[in-house]
């Protein structure tokens, strides 16, 4: 029997999305240090990235899976790219901002992405050149043609990164024209940009897993994905700024300005 990429991916997004939600009401878990002390791994990010990566190997043993949680990470442009838990720390903290997210990306190109928020029951996911979608309904950046633009960041788990990050606020502040948001789960943030939620996003130090779903249903919801610097988004190059084309220039014309 021959698999849909996609299908599968948001099956299985939606199993290990439940084995999470469980966890989290029950806080019926264990948890560890990664490299610093806001970087921690729970053991249900571990079961979480065994449920989906056997689920995976069994309907497409010829693609190679990237994991978060693997012990050794071997960059290869045709794979699945899974985050078990995006937004740990807000899962251990109960912080209700946490996803399962999936990409699967070929030649370096995405091609499919789902991002599965299971306290809400949310699921955004999407396919190169056929849109993207929120729970079956298909979503786009807003117009903002009457609002003040709301942008959201991270501060990430680099102390260096942090003025860098506080001298974009100051710069953005100056303009008196947007408002800001921290979720501490990028994957959520970049597809609520998607889904006009959010008008931006940028981080400048995020791994492939956090992005690798989320960029792609930006992207199909007509979100403006790039570098921090505005050039071309580099799924390994870590940073990403994506937003609505209607603030495209002026945002990136501040990031530009920074050093």
């Known amino acids: 029997m021959k698999h849909d990429i996609l299908e599968s991916m948001i099956s299985i997004s939606l199993r290990a999305g439940s084995l999470v939600q469980h966890h ?41 899976i990237i994991g978060e949680e693997d012990n050794q990470i071997i960059k290869n442009e045709h794979a699945f790219i899974i985050d ?32 599965y928020d299971p ?11 056929q849109g993207a979608y929120q729970n079956g309904k298909e979503i786009s950046v807003l117009s903002l043609e009457n609002n003040r633009p709301i942008l959201a960041s991270d501060w990430g788990h680099e102390p260096k990164l942090y ?26 943030a970049i597809c609520y940009v998607g889904a006009g939620i959010l008008d931006g996003y940028w981080h400048y130090q995020l791994s492939p897993w956090d992005m690798a779903a989320a960029v792609l249903i930006a992207q199909e919801a007509g979100a403006i994905v790039t570098n921090i610097k505005g ?26 300005s920074i050093d």
């Open 24 to 64: 989290y009401q029950s806080r019926e878990f264990g948890v560890s240090i990664k490299k610093d002390k806001h970087d921690l791994v729970t053991d249900i990010d571990r079961e979480s990235q065994r449920i989906i990566k056997e689920e995976l190997q069994k309907r497409f043993p010829d693609i190679p």
């Open 84 to 115: 078990p838990i995006d937004g740990t720390l807000n899962f251990v903290k109960q912080i209700p901002f946490f996803t399962i997210s999936i990409g699967y990306w070929k030649k370096n190109h995405p091609v499919c992405g789902v991002v």
């Open 119 to 129: 306290l809400r029951n949310d699921l955004f996911y999407a396919r190169k050149d």
């Open 163 to 188: 003025q860098k990050n506080i001298n974009i606020l100051q710069k953005l502040m100056k303009v008196d024209r947007y408002l800001f948001r921290f979720l501490g789960c990028a994957s959520l």
């Open 231 to 256: 050039e071309q988004f580099d799924l390994w190059g870590k940073s990403i700024l994506t937003t609505s084309p209607a603030i495209k220039k002026d945002v990136q014309k501040v990031f530009a």
